[in-house]
């Protein structure tokens, strides 16, 4: 990747993360530390040029689709949608606040959003079902999914499912961030080797470090490239709470909320 170009996904993660604490500074009960730990893998598919998507004909029939199965983590992509023109970003100051179309679990009244998934672990069935019409039309569907959302039993029918019916493209990315609601996923189930388990089912697997933009941008990049017939994995090894001390190193941080005094104590260390 070209250093200017690095330069300027990187300047664009650390702005995501400064409006995603914003936002949890109006609305504390968005899911701050799922939201920063997909920072980087937003900024790549959007910035980086990965999804093609039209902001001013959000349902392009051409478009790539982008599938969030993890939907409380994915706060942080509001200020990408407002950035590109998809809504106004006036109302990045009205999540969750009455009126607002923006609220703590995204769903379809957002401009950009494909599916409502408030419940885990249906987001890959549903992306299977968009692969198979897409298929021959040559269109990508991509699809986002947490590492404890890999406990439910629906996700590995879908992997079984994608394997048998030659989804070559279809691409799910894992926010394997290690740490579910309340514990580390490997306490809870421990589903490593995950990129041998992926393999054994068919699927091409990728590990990559889910914070360095330009190797997951290129791993993408050759992902949505690869025209096989082999379903394709990401792994993006994340830390839960990027970005903010205070969070990262808290086994707990998925269901906490900062108070105004952590809030700003976690600007000063993203300027």
């Not at 599938?67 to 706060?75: N, T, V």
């Not at 514990?183 to 054994?200: G, H, R, S, V």
């Not at 990027?242 to 941080?253: A, R, W």
Request: charged share 25%; net charge positive.
């Amino acid at each position: 990747m070209k250093p200017e170009i690095l330069d300027f996904l990187t300047k664009k993660a650390l702005w995501v993360r400064r409006e995603t604490i914003k936002i949890h500074g109006i609305a504390p009960e968005t899911r701050l530390a799922s939201s920063l730990s997909d920072v980087e893998i937003f900024v790549s598919l959007y910035y980086g040029k990965i999804l093609n998507f039209n902001p001013k004909k959000p349902k392009w029939l051409g478009r790539d689709r982008f599938i969030i199965s993890k939907a409380h983590g994915a706060i942080s992509l509001y200020p990408i949608l407002a950035d590109f023109g998809f809504f106004e970003k006036s109302e990045l100051t009205r999540v969750c606040q009455k009126g607002s179309f923006l609220g703590g679990i995204p769903d379809t009244q957002i401009s950009g959003f494909e599916t409502v998934n408030g419940a885990l672990g249906h987001g890959l069935g549903v992306a299977c079902g968009s692969a198979i019409v897409l298929k021959s039309k040559g269109l990508k569907v991509f699809v986002l999914m947490g590492d404890g959302e890999l406990f439910e039993g629906a996700v590995w029918e879908a992997v079984m499912f994608a394997f048998q019916h030659k989804l070559g493209n279809l691409v799910l990315i894992i926010d394997n961030n290690k740490i579910s609601m309340l514990d580390y996923c490997k306490n809870i189930i421990n589903l490593d080797p995950l990129e041998k388990k992926f393999q054994a089912f068919g699927w091409k697997a990728v590990v990559v470090d889910g914070h360095n933009i330009d190797k997951l941008a290129n791993s993408l990049k050759d992902l949505k490239a690869d025209n096989s017939d082999y379903p394709k994995v990401l792994i993006a090894n994340t830390v839960k709470g990027k970005g903010v001390s205070q969070l990262e190193n808290d086994v707990l941080c998925h269901v906490k909320s900062l108070n105004k005094e952590e809030i700003a104590r976690a600007m000063e260390e993203l300027k």
